[in-house]
């Protein structure tokens, strides 16, 4: 990798909105070169690229850091508006009116141009067009072609297993449409355990059953997983969307290996029913994201061990089936919503009805309908501010 070969003299603000302009002196050059380029949010600072190189600078357009991204190479290029100086050293025969060869004699004048004299130059920036300057051949970076193994784990996979491996009962918690819910039933079939599921509880029969006037008991996925006689999860999702009293209920069977059903005490091994839960907060109650949410008993907390559960890249490259232009677009968008305090989600599933309707609905129309779910202008042109360049930013700059 070249070195940084240049020096940044001034960053201001650009010509229009969303550039900045940076004017640089190269090495074993006098002369100061202004560029205007666009920039984008970079670490809580502000970034822009020039000559291969990134430079990352504050609100203030004070320099913080300059560092290279990929090499750029330095390609002659000759003069083709005027005649230049070793032009006018070709015989005047091999030249008409302004300084053009004459179109005959084509192998006469391929001679003449390969005797022209040659010289070392050095790398100047793409927009110098003097005689004897260089253009900049950006040499792009390797797009990412990811490996995608065929079966794909959250990076929190191992840690989940280990905690239900050893009977610690596990609390997942993170932002909607993450795949709380896929990894459990994933770990609950690579380790050959049966796997029993609950939503948001209301109402208390949700777990412990009930007897209707006939006598007959109707069960519930919670009396499953406590009569089972193999090993097995209870998995109860949006637990911070249920009703505190059955909680409370909960609570004391993961604490005692034992619950009251209408039809009698059920006791079982420990270490044959594990307890998963999942939710969007951390039991603290509502917030701006998630306003259905409630306050968990800290009794009931504190049985759990926290697990921080958020989008996986590595599962958002499977999901798009390698699409990284796609997966960055998307983790760029919940950047920006988590930085300005924008009220959005941008799940797996947005990803999935991307992958589904590209290519057959308009492509700022589809971002419109999947990605932004009806967003307001003022909301979408924050969204704009900063954008990089590629077709989904081209599209998302095209909504109105």
Sequence with gaps: MQEVNFEVLSVGSGDKKGYARV???FIN??????YYRTYDVFDGNYATVVSGCRIVFDAEYNVINVERLYDVKGVYRERTNNASDEWRDVPKKTRRGRGRPRKSTSEEIKEEVRNLPTTKVEELPADDTQEGSVVEEVKEPEPEVPVIPKKVRHAEFDTIMTCLEEGVP??????????????VEQIAKEQNWEFY??????QEYKVTGFVDAGGVFHDTEFYKACTSENECIFFLDEIDASVP??????????ANGYFEFPTGKIKWDKSRLHFVCAGNTVGNGADEQYTGRMVIDQATLDRFLFIPYDYDRNIELKITKGNVELVDFIRDMRRIAKEKGIRATFSYRCMLMMVKLEGKIELSKLLKMAVFKGMDSDTLNI???GFKRGKYYTALRSIS
């Design 245 to 254: 009293e059955v909680l409370v209920l909960l609570n004391a069977a993961i």
């Design 23 to 25: 004017d640089i002196k």
């Design 197 to 202: 599921f609950t939503n948001s509880v209301q």
């Design 383 to 385: 969204f704009k501010e």
């Design 29 to 34: 050059s006098d002369k100061t070169y202004t």
């Design 170 to 183: 596990v609390y997942l918690h993170g932002p909607a449409g993450s795949g709380k819910n896929h990894t």
